[in-house]
C-alpha cells in the first residue's frame, strides 16, 4: 500500500510538472530594445507557442504607471491573449516611466503616437508576425494614446480596444497648472505611488488643443471595443458611450464589467476576476477583428 501510495505521488508531480512545462511553453516572453528617433522604447514582447504568423496588438499604458500596467494587469493579460486567443502582444514603456531612460518632459500625444507606432513596426519586422494585422490597446490615458495612434495612423492599426479611455484629459489640467508649465516649461504631477513626474508644456498644449474623438470619427474606419467598469470614478464610464458614438464601423461596441473600478480591481484581491474578464473580452475582439 505504502509503495502505491509513493507511486500516485510521483505520477502526480511528474504530471504537475508536465502541466507546468506546457503552460510555461504555450508563449514566449522577451525583453527587447525599440529605437525611435532620439530615444529607446524598452518593451517586451509576447508570442504564442506555435507556428505564426500570429495577428499582434500595442499595449499602452496609463498616465504615471509603466509596461506591466496597474497591479501588473498587463503582464497577466498578455499570456492569457497569447495563449487563449493566439495574439501576440507588445507592451511598452513610454518616455520618462518604466525603465525608459528618456525624460518624461518628452512625452506629448505626438511622441506616444510615435512610439505606439514604432512598437507596431518592430512586431511587423518579426518572421512570425502578421503585419496586416496589428491592433493597439490603451488602459485610461493609454487609451487616449491608443484613440490617437488609430486616427494618426490608421494604415498601420486595424482595431482599438480602450480600458476605461479617457478622451478628454482637462481634468487633470487645472489653470494653476497650466501657469506653472507656462513659466517653467513643465508643471510637477505628483502621486501616491511613485515620484512626480514634471509633464510639458507641449502636453498642456496637446490636452487643450485636440479633440481626440473628432480626429477619431474623421480619420479612423476601423471598429473599436471600449471597455469601462461601472464603479469607474476617475474615468466617468459615459466616455466609452462616447468613444464607441464616435466611431464610424458598426462593429464598435461597449463592454460594461459590474462593481469594476478604474484600476479593473487589481487591488481589491478578488484574484484579477475584473482584469480577466477584460481580457477576456479584449482576446475575442481582437480575434474577430484582426483577422
Not at 500570429?54 to 498587463?74: C, D, I, K, Q, W
Not at 531612460?101 to 505626438?110: I, K, L, R, S, W
Request: hydrophobic content about 45%.
Amino acid at each position: 500500500m505504502k509503495k502505491l501510495l509513493v507511486l500516485f505521488l510521483s505520477l502526480a508531480l511528474a504530471l504537475t510538472a508536465v502541466t507546468a512545462l506546457a503552460d510555461e511553453a504555450a508563449f514566449t516572453e522577451t525583453v527587447v530594445s525599440v529605437p525611435n528617433g532620439d530615444h529607446e522604447i524598452p518593451a517586451t514582447v509576447c508570442i504564442p507557442a506555435g507556428e505564426g504568423k500570429f495577428p499582434a496588438v500595442v499595449m499602452l499604458h496609463g498616465t504615471g504607471s509603466n509596461r506591466e500596467e496597474a497591479g501588473e494587469g498587463y503582464k497577466v493579460g498578455a499570456p492569457v491573449l497569447a495563449e487563449k486567443y493566439g495574439i501576440a502582444t507588445i507592451r511598452i514603456d513610454f518616455m520618462g516611466n518604466g525603465d525608459s531612460a528618456a525624460d518624461y518632459t518628452g512625452y506629448t500625444f505626438d511622441s506616444a503616437v510615435s512610439d505606439a507606432v514604432a512598437a507596431a513596426n518592430y512586431m511587423k519586422g518579426l518572421e512570425n508576425i502578421d503585419g496586416a494585422h496589428i491592433g493597439v490597446m490603451g488602459w485610461s490615458q493609454g487609451g487616449t494614446d491608443a484613440l490617437l495612434a488609430a486616427s494618426r495612423a490608421a494604415d498601420v492599426f486595424s482595431s482599438v480596444v480602450t480600458w476605461a479611455g479617457a478622451p478628454d484629459l482637462s481634468d487633470m489640467l487645472s489653470d494653476a497648472l497650466y501657469e506653472e508649465a507656462k513659466t517653467n516649461g513643465y508643471f510637477v504631477m505628483e502621486f501616491d505611488w511613485r515620484e512626480p513626474l514634471h509633464v510639458s508644456l507641449q502636453w498642456c498644449e496637446d490636452v487643450k488643443n485636440t479633440d481626440v474623438l473628432k480626429e477619431f470619427a474623421e480619420n479612423y474606419a476601423g471598429p473599436v471595443l471600449a471597455i469601462h467598469g461601472e464603479q469607474d470614478t476617475t474615468v466617468d464610464p459615459e466616455w466609452s458611450n462616447k468613444i464607441v458614438a464616435a466611431s464610424p464601423n458598426p462593429s464598435s461596441k461597449t463592454f460594461f464589467i459590474p462593481g469594476m473600478d478604474h484600476t479593473f480591481n487589481v487591488f481589491s484581491g478578488e484574484e484579477y476576476k475584473s482584469l480577466l474578464t477584460a481580457v477576456d473580452a479584449t482576446g475575442a475582439f481582437f480575434a474577430e477583428t484582426l483577422k
